[in-house]
């Protein structure tokens, strides 16, 4: 009986060290409760990614979706269109000085916000941060999936026209049977092109960019030569909520906000960075014109495609499943969906792994080092996306995408307070071992783990938004000072807008008046 029990703990012990994670074969570190392979200080080897890598990278998170949909939001605040052009360029172009501070620590030490938010929280303290990141992360990637889906299933109805008309729903009628279908194989490709790891990421990323890019200047074409102008849009008069001076703002800060996934993550995506400064020149011009492109030839698209089609539709993804209809499933128009409608995959892809997949992953990773690395916490996000039945979301969107877009304002104080402890508090300068020992002895244990400051800072830095969070989930058309806080976040330390968002200047007075 005892060798049996003896053999039972044996066999144990041989699974559990099996589902460890793989270590480098002459690897100077080891798996721990704070190491592995995916969040040490990236080795030399490992740093791949030059100027274009970056120029790419910015590619793929600019010329986006989410891009070319932020005129929707300006016009809807009752921006005229040039008004949100001009917003358009404002915000863009503090989007690239945003990502540059948030990028340098990763650029001079090599390490993302994972690790780098020890030195701020504690070891134990920096669980609350990446734990509350990661959960965001799920929500969004099941909705950057079920979109990735819509695109898959538009390429595949180009093809097949009766696969584009097929009206079959499931779940109680929210969820067409062909957006489950396009999303399932959607999530076979992100599975493939996950088990590359983001050092050589950079192919993938040139063919999504290329796709989506030759996607927008399709688009730009036929709406241009149809229409000979810029669509109704562009004659609109505006109607401000609360005064051009509180519009313009807004304007701003939902594009810093719409961005804020990107810059918060920055690190972790420059820890690759082959030499000094390299990101730098795409952050600084390459996602301000990538934005600020795309967002224009959304807007021109969207005008000139109602001009045309009778329908307001900011979607590209749906637009090309209109006019499939539209030009009654002509061969050359379904020519043209078809490459739209890959591009409009393609991006969405990328997308997703830019802003969720990897960072999600590092953050799991942090969590369980010895059992998780970012492609597997990669794989456990996308599974729980799906799992979150993002298309019962949807259903609701205006009450959900609010609540989740106001997540930003708990995510927001995270980054200004590392921005304020990293560039203002320590001037650049961390004991990067210290970030990997989880005792005493480390300069990053301060009370049991914890550093109380912290916290202190990001409940004072959350508190004043928060009011108006609450109100306008509540009532959308809600206007009251707390809303109007809300609605300009960013200006008073955090983003209250998409995926997530930081401020130093309100965190930074905090941390240094706590510390």
Known sequence: MSLSTESLESVFRTIIKRLEVPIDADAEYKNDPWTNRDLIPMPRDRR?????????????????????????????????????????????????????????MGERHHIGFTVASRFSWGMRGTYFPIVFRAFVAIFWDGIQGYWGGQGVAVTIGAVIPGFAHMKHTLAGGVLLTKDLIGMLIYYVFFLLIMRIPPEKLQRPFIVSAVMFGGTLIGLLVWAVANTHSGGPLFKQTGNPIGGIGWAVMFGMNSILGGWGGGTIGQSDWTRYANRPYAPTISQLFAAPFCIIITAIIGTIVT?????????????????????????????????????????????????????????????????????????????????????????????????????????????????????????????????????????????????????????????????????????????????????????????????????????????????????
């Open 303 to 515: 005008s000139c495609a109602q001009q045309i089609t009778g329908q307001l539709i900011w979607e590209p993804f749906m637009l090309l499943a209109t006019l499939q209809e539209f030009y009654n499933d002509s061969p050359r128009a379904r020519a043209g969906i078809f490459f739209a409608g890959l591009g409009c995959s393609c991006t969405q892809l990328g997308i997703t792994i830019v802003l969720n997949s990897v960072s999600a992953g590092i953050d799991l990773a942090g969590i369980f080092p010895r059992y998780i690395n970012i492609q597997r916490g990669a794989y456990m996000i996308a599974f729980l996306g799906l799992a979150s039945n993002p298309w019962q979301f949807l259903s609701n969107a205006s009450t959900f995408l609010t609540v989740l877009s106001g997540f930003s304002i708990f995510l927001a104080p995270f980054t200004g307070i590392m921005l304020a402890d990293y560039l203002v508090v320590r001037r650049c300068k961390i004991k990067i071992e210290d970030c990997y020992i989880g005792d005493k002895s480390s300069l990053y244990w301060y009370h049991n783990g914890f550093h109380w400051r912290a916290p202190v800072a990001w409940i004072l830095g959350m508190f004043p938004t928060l009011p108006g969070l609450i109100m306008t989930t509540q009532n959308p058309v809600a206007w009251n000072a707390w809303v109007r806080t809300f609605h300009i976040a960013f200006f008073e330390s955090r983003f209250p807008s998409h995926h997530s968002g930081s401020s130093a200047r309100f965190s930074c007075r905090l941390v240094l008046a706590l510390g």
């Open 48 to 104: 791949t990614y030059k100027i274009w890598s970056y120029f790419i990278y910015w590619c793929i998170t600019g010329l986006a979706i989410s891009a070319y949909t932020t005129g929707s939001t300006l016009l809807a605040y009752g921006l005229t269109a040039p008004q949100a052009i001009g917003c358009l360029v404002g915000g863009a172009l503090l989007v690239g000085i945003l990502s540059v501070a948030c990028g340098w």
